[in-house]
């Protein structure tokens, strides 16, 4: 079992920044994906980031549209992952989802169906 916990969300202005945090607890694997989706209300939960590692490598891949903006990494000794947001806009505030799974690295990656396991969620608002 893995238990994910998210932290870090809040309220910001338009233009500011956020951290989000996602600690994983439970068994560890050398082979693993963690991803970030966001929900709001009524809609599907979307895709926004997600690191996959092997050993020492590690691969990187975000939603077309949050390149350069969101930057996601992982502290390997505080089994942590972290999602940085930059310029945040009105349209980005939305509940955000840590999940853990092995969805490979093609299109399950970045649908929900690829994850097994999922945090609580933390509300991101900002503000206009």
């Known amino acids: 079992q893995v238990q994910l916990v998210e932290s870090g969300g809040g309220l910001v202005q338009t233009g500011g920044s956020l951290r989000l945090s996602c600690a994983a607890s439970g068994r560890t694997f050398s082979a693993y994906t963690m991803g970030w989706f966001r929900q709001t209300p009524g809609k599907e939960r979307d895709f926004v980031a997600r690191?996959?590692?092997?050993?020492?490598?590690?691969?990187?891949d975000y939603a077309d549209s949050l390149k350069g903006r969101f930057t996601i990494s992982r502290d390997t000794a505080n089994s942590t992952v972290y999602l940085e947001m930059n310029s945040l806009q009105p349209e980005d505030t939305a509940v955000y989802y840590c999940?853990?799974?092995?969805?490979?690295?093609?299109?399950?990656?970045?649908?929900?169906?690829?994850?097994?396991?999922w945090g609580q969620g933390t509300q991101v608002t900002v503000s206009s």
């Open positions: 690191i996959s590692w092997r050993g020492s490598l590690h691969w990187r």
């Open positions: 999940a853990g799974g092995d969805p490979g690295s093609g299109a399950r990656s970045r649908l929900p169906i690829g994850y097994n396991y």
